[in-house]
């Protein structure tokens, strides 16, 4: 495709390919089997940097350009997608609350840590009732003195069962609504009052673990509340914004890899399958295109939350319908467990769902449209 990648971006794409060939690939199926991260392996993405791409220098972390942080995914999600949830949602929306939303003094207690590996971070906003609506969330938090109290449970929390800091979201005023009503707190692992819940067995995407969280008098300093008060549903929203180029990122490098597999398999039937890889290779394009215009975009501070959505639906609809059409390719060969194909199916299906799902992506585009 012609759009022109400076040498850094491909030395940068390049020595991200080689990890992930050399290193990541060889554990792509265990981790799935598994359900397991190995430490070995955070290791050497903390080595790397990738836990601090998208982190500025001042505190810690690469600070490179949305684009260098999309191609880094791209070619991560080419062998497994539980590696690009857990780094996105360090470097996404784990950390980005604390980066647009945190004063001075917590950006430089929390994010450089974050920035090395050494701590793993997760955002909880979901809970029992309140997923795609998320301004119907329940949890509480009241001001007691120099603290907040929080009562709630949160669930679908990626990072959970591992992370240090948690962004959490809670009604602060239910009389103001969400725009108002609710605040975003940094929760440390090991408050009071706060409890990891049930680990969930995830379809697909193992390996990247999400629990529920428990928040019992759950008692933060004030000092740790982010962004200002009842300005948390607007700061959740412009994590979420950011986000959605990391969705789009591993939709994409999902999508390529089951073009290259599919092409393949075509090559050695004597070319069967030819309108599949036809359509899926023109879908891969457009997704490429939509993907690093926006990310090239929002690097010149242009603000595009609707590319954004139509950039992680057309990536992410594109990977699912590359699996599904894989399947049809491969035949029984991709019914079986530990087949690439196979465990692609399970984890592109949960992409379509999490971080805005494609029918709410599709709200976001059509008001941007109907209200412009
Ligand atoms: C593996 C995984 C990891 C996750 N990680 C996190 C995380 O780290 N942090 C976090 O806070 N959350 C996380 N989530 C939660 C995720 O963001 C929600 O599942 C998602 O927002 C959808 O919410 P829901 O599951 O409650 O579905 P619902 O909101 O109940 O939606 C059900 C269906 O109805 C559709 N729908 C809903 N409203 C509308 C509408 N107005 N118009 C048309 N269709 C509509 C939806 O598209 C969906 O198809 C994760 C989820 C999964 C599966």
Redesign the pocket.
Known sequence: MDFSFSDDLLRWRDHVRHFVRTEVEPLATTLDRDDEFPASLHARLAELGLYGMAIPKDYGGLGLPLLHEAVAIEELSRTNLCVRSRIT?NIG?GAMGILYGGSEEQRRCYLPPLARGERLS?????EPN?????ARIETRAVRRGEAFVLNGR???????PHADYFTVFAVTDPAKGAHGGISAFLVERGTPGFTIGKR?E?MG?RG?A?CELVLADCTVPAANLLGELGQGFRLAMRTLDKGRIGMAAGGLGAAQRLLERMAAEARARRGDGQHLLADCAIECEAARLLLYTTAARMDRGERCSTEASMAKLLATETAWRAADRAIQLFERGACLHENIVERYYRDVR?MR????????QR?IIARALLFA
């Open positions: 949602t929306i997760a955002f909880a906003l979901t309140a997923g795609s609506d998320a949160k669930i679908f929390v990626t990072n959970g969930h995830l995407l990247s999400a949960i769902i999490y971080d805005g799902s494609s029918e709410i709200l």
